[in-house]
């Protein structure tokens, strides 16, 4: 029981400590009071965001192909060394000459080189990565101005669903209190039970709306969560803010002036244009290949085998005598014997250690080398029609960015003033059929017209609030979108 009461604890405290650090991830970016704003969304998200994240580290890559770029005009200094132990016939390192017997052997060597000139390709090859370096810096901004669109689009649709809620439920409560009204008619037997079933299937109606707009709220709470990579909560709050109402002016902004701005501050287009830079330096690039190569080199090498003996010196010793016959004719007729002194020889040395031979064996070298390509299997020409093919495509990817922006500020532009007009069409409507609807609940209670007639001008009068509310909001998100095109604070 015991153990029992124990695993129950744990457990206990394991969703305690689980629920804390959920929490905790909700409350990291909101205020004090747990709820979201507009501002500490996108803030959020802009360090949070695994997309954004993403191309931070993309840009440290250019970074760090940038610092390889400029470490390639040092000089490359490399060491060399080895050990090994012979068996059988094999070369001496030390004397060259050809050995039968066990042996250890070693050798070592330090080479440096360092170029002198290549085509100008390293100095195009810094320029290109800086280039580079820079367009991924545009990419880390461009992918904070992405999620930063993401996250107003999810706000507004959360304020949207939630303003549909607020009409949807004023809806069902309208028509709930007519059905009260009417039940009590049906009981003093002034209203057929028509009229009473009519009216709840407008409230099972209005009662759907509801439930519609609040999946959409949750919905649209869902991919803001999931856009601040945040564990999806149902405590989870946006600030409500006050959204003023579109103005019956048009919008003030021209888009050929939202263009021109969005043109120099715009993140993703500088980017297109540092690449196209970048491609231009690539194929001057490419083309040093055809450039001869000049390199100074130096290098230092050593030698050890156990089979060198140290010289210390050579004995000469006589043992004796040898003759030798002389022919004093060349017919061999007369010949004399002489007598030589037989001397033998005897070589001196001694143990021959491992770094006194590398001393003596020291060997060093420098020089210049030269390479001039010639025929490389057209590789160096291949890549010179790369580059210009990447070139072109650089310009081209430059063109289309410029395009799509062009048209989306336009499209936004319309569609801004698109809505603020129906905005204006909307609320005259909304006033008109409000005015219907409140004439048609006094004359259903006077029995002067019937549920169906009366559920007809219910729904206008609702369909007209919801074309109210969503061309609001729709106005209100395409004067952002022209607001972030121009580097305005996107904050209510």
Not at 32 to 42: K, P, R, T, Y
Not at 106 to 111: G, I, K, L, M, T
Not at 400 to 409: D, H, K, M, S, W
């Amino acid at each position: 029981m015991k153990k029992m009461s124990n695993k129950v604890l744990l457990l206990a405290l394991g969703l305690t400590v689980g629920g804390f650090g959920s929490a905790m991830a909700q409350q990291q970016g909101a205020g004090g009071d747990g709820v979201w704003s507009l501002q500490e969304a996108v803030d959020y998200a802009k360090a949070n965001n695994l997309n954004v994240r993403q191309s931070s580290l993309n840009r440290d890559l250019s970074k760090a192909d940038l610092n390889q770029s400029r470490a390639s005009r040092l000089p490359s200094i490399n060491a060399n060394g080895n050990y090994s132990f012979n068996t059988g016939s094999f070369q001496d390192p030390v004397s060259f000459s050809l050995q039968t017997q066990n042996a250890r052997t070693s050798n070592v060597s330090v080479n440096a080189s360092l170029p002198l000139f290549a085509g100008f390709q390293q100095v195009n090859q810094i320029k290109q990565n800086s280039l580079d370096l820079e367009a991924s810096e545009q990419d880390y901004l461009s992918a904070q101005n992405d999620i930063t669109i993401q996250i107003v689009t999810a706000y507004l649709n959360i304020l949207f669903a939630n303003e549909q809620m607020n009409v949807s439920d004023l809806q069902r409560n309208l028509t709930n209190q007519q059905l009260t009204r009417t039940q009590a008619l049906l009981k003093a037997g002034s209203v057929a039970e028509n009229a009473v079933l009519d009216l709840e299937s407008q409230l099972a109606t209005d009662e759907l709306n509801y439930i519609t707009a609040q999946n959409q709220r949750d919905i649209a709470r869902l991919t803001l969560m999931q856009l601040l990579n945040i564990p999806t909560t149902e405590e989870f709050q946006v600030e409500i803010p006050d959204i003023p109402e579109p103005d019956e002016n048009p919008v003030i902004v021209d888009g050929s002036q939202v263009y021109d701005v969005a043109l120099q501050t715009l993140p993703a287009i500088r980017a297109t244009e540092l690449r196209l830079r970048s491609a231009d330096t690539g194929l001057s690039l490419a083309r040093g290949a055809y450039f001869p190569r000049l390199s100074l080199f130096a290098g230092a090498g050593s030698r050890y085998a156990s089979t060198s003996r140290r010289l210390l010196a050579i004995e000469r010793e006589v043992v004796g005598r040898v003759p030798q016959v002389v022919y004093l004719n060349e017919t061999g007729t007369a010949s004399q014997t002489l007598w030589f002194d037989n001397v033998e020889t005897r070589r001196i040395d001694e143990y021959y250690g491992m770094f006194r031979q590398w001393d003596d064996n020291l060997n060093t070298q420098v020089g210049v080398s030269l390479q001039i390509p010639i025929l490389n299997s057209l590789q160096v020409r291949t890549n010179v029609q790369r580059a210009k093919i990447q070139q072109q495509n650089a310009q081209l990817n430059a063109d289309i960015a410029r395009n799509n922006l062009r048209q989306t500020i336009e499209q936004a532009y319309v569609d801004a003033i698109a809505a603020q007009r129906r905005y204006a069409a909307a609320r005259q409507q909304v006033n008109a059929s409000e005015k219907n609807f409140r004439n048609a609940e006094l004359r259903l209670q006077g029995g002067v017209i019937n549920t169906v007639d009366f559920n007809v001008v219910a729904n206008t009068y609702r369909s007209a609030q919801s074309s109210l509310v969503q061309a609001k909001y729709e106005y209100t998100f395409k004067l952002k979108v022209l607001d972030f095109y121009q580097g305005k604070d996107l904050s209510f």
